[in-house]
């Protein structure tokens, strides 16, 4: 008997030959970080942003917007679910480091005839069964990391929601007062062309105006008319857009009740410091969320490696019991305690399989990984170079503007001054309504380019956001949010 130790100790060693543990893999972009952004001007790193960056406008309406896309957006709604399923998981790897501890009971009744006489029988036993694996090659751990690992991602994905669903929010809502403007517009342009339509008709029936300036007064008007019906059609497909956005069906309004919407649109804010690139990957949550997803599928595969090692398990019981035959009632106090060792001998490379598949997807993960960080810098940097030209675009189009407008007065006081003809007076008129327009597109696209930016460099403001929409979330465990 007490060789018994000394084999099992033999057998085991033999068995751990050749056993080699995981060697974490490393987690590093695809290439060096550049220094700086190709188009940034600043190179100084930005002030922390703990307030959204929508805040920046100052408007109510978009504040309120953006609090009740937060509260009540479905997608988000959904990321939450998944992350109070990571937290459940996460609490199922903890609870397999630890004890289990089971009660078990069991009652018989039985009836034996022998000889002409009848025997009844019957017990009763009442039991504490305990079980413990102890984690010889962090197997356990390992696995644990992993689900802790899972819900930090599960967090940070909620955050790169944030980031995209306020963004389209925001460019919505710009978009809906862009397109009422540009309905306000057509509104001034039909009033201003029936005018200038009435003055011809006024001379072409005092034979001072040939008919066809009237025919063409009249075209022009109707054109102008037209398209009202397209205008209101992109408002309303826009404000449906933004009511599923809100988590409202799309005959809800979206804007009324969320503050007074801006006749016109606001003046841009100044661009957001881009800073030093590196910054980008602590301030990024996709960034984040794929970094820690690389380390999660390789605590997975240190698992995997581990299950191919030796398992040694404890186990144990203590109860009590009580037996009655007929003849005599026994009560018995009974206990016992195993320690069970196994080693894979034979699972036809099944282990290793898995082994390898885990590092493969581990492989994976971090390729998507150093793909998600040369994505965000391709992000900043079309970004930096759309705020940039939008500027431009925007400053050329005022300047376009006021060259429009005083064409068309100097061709219209022309034309009732009898010194050109109604032709350069419908150039005129065409090209200032065109630019118009184009004006106030152009003043849109600054407030998308400078929101399109916010977006790209992320915020220090998602994770203050993420903890106070949490803390409102039921069933959330403090354990994890600390």
């Known amino acids: 008997m007490r060789s018994l130790p000394l084999c099992a100790a033999l057998l085991t060693t033999l068995l751990l030959t050749g056993c080699r543990l995981h060697a974490p893999v490393a987690i590093t972009p695809a290439a060096p970080l550049p220094e700086t952004f190709t188009h940034a001007i600043e190179t100084a790193p930005p002030p922390p942003t703990v307030a959204p960056w929508w805040l920046q406008f100052n408007d109510p309406g978009l504040t309120a917007l953006e609090e009740t896309l937060l509260a009540g957006n479905l997608e988000i709604r959904q990321a939450y679910a998944r992350l109070s399923q990571f937290e459940a998981v996460s609490r199922v790897a903890d609870s397999a480091l630890l004890p289990s501890l089971n ?23 009442l039991s504490l069964a305990a079980s413990y694996e102890i984690d010889l090659w962090q197997k356990l751990r390992a696995n644990r990391q992993a ?15 944030y980031l995209i669903l306020t963004s389209q929010a925001a460019d919505l809502y710009f978009l809906a007062i862009e397109q009422r403007a540009q309905l306000a517009l057509t509104d001034a342009i039909i009033d201003s062309l029936r005018t200038i339509r009435d003055q011809v008709e006024f001379r072409y029936r005092r034979g001072i105006a040939p008919s066809l300036d009237l025919y063409q007064a009249d075209q022009n008007l109707a054109a102008a008319k037209a398209r009202k019906p397209e205008q209101e059609t992109a408002l309303a497909i826009t404000e449906h857009g933004l009511a599923v956005l809100l988590g409202h069906y799309p005959d809800h309004d979206p804007i009324s009740g969320k503050g007074p919407l801006p006749a016109t649109l606001p003046a841009a804010p100044p661009a957001p410091p ?26 997975k595969t240190a ?18 019991g009580r037996t009655d035959s007929g003849l005599s009632v026994v009560h018995a106090t009974f206990w016992n305690l195993l320690i069970g060792l196994t080693q894979p001998i034979i699972d036809n490379g099944r282990r290793q399989a898995e082994a390898d598949r885990r590092a493969a997807i581990t492989a994976e993960a971090l390729a998507r ?5 040369l994505q965000a810098f391709q992000e900043v940097e079309n970004s930096l170079v759309a705020n940039r030209a939008a500027e431009q675009q925007l400053a050329l189009k005022d300047t376009e503007l006021a060259a429009a407008a005083a064409t068309l007065r100097r061709a219209t006081d022309g034309y009732f001054q009898g010194l050109n003809n109604y032709l350069a007076v419908l150039v005129a008129q ?4 065109e630019v118009s327009r184009q004006q106030l597109s152009a003043r849109r696209q600054l407030l998308s380019a400078r929101i399109t930016l916010w977006r790209a460099l992320g915020g220090d403001w998602l994770e203050t956001s993420l903890a106070a929409n949490l803390s409102s979330q039921p069933n959330e465990d403090s354990h994890h949010e600390n």
């Open 369 to 373: 990984y150093q793909q998600v960080v």
């Open 147 to 161: 689900a802790q690992l899972d819900f930090s991602a599960s967090r940070e994905e909620i955050k790169t929601l």
């Open 103 to 125: 009660l078990a009971g069991a009652a018989s009744r039985g009836r034996q005839e022998t000889n002409g006489t009848d025997l009844t029988t019957s017990g009763q036993s």
């Open 430 to 433: 065409r090209q200032h309504h």
């Open 274 to 299: 881009a800073g030093i690139p590196a910054a980008l990957l602590l301030q990024r949550p996709d960034v984040q969320g794929a970094f820690l997803r690389v380390q999660s599928s390789d605590a």
């Open 303 to 320: 698992a995997a490696v581990a299950d191919r090692f030796p398992a040694l398990n404890l186990s144990g019981a203590l109860g009590v």
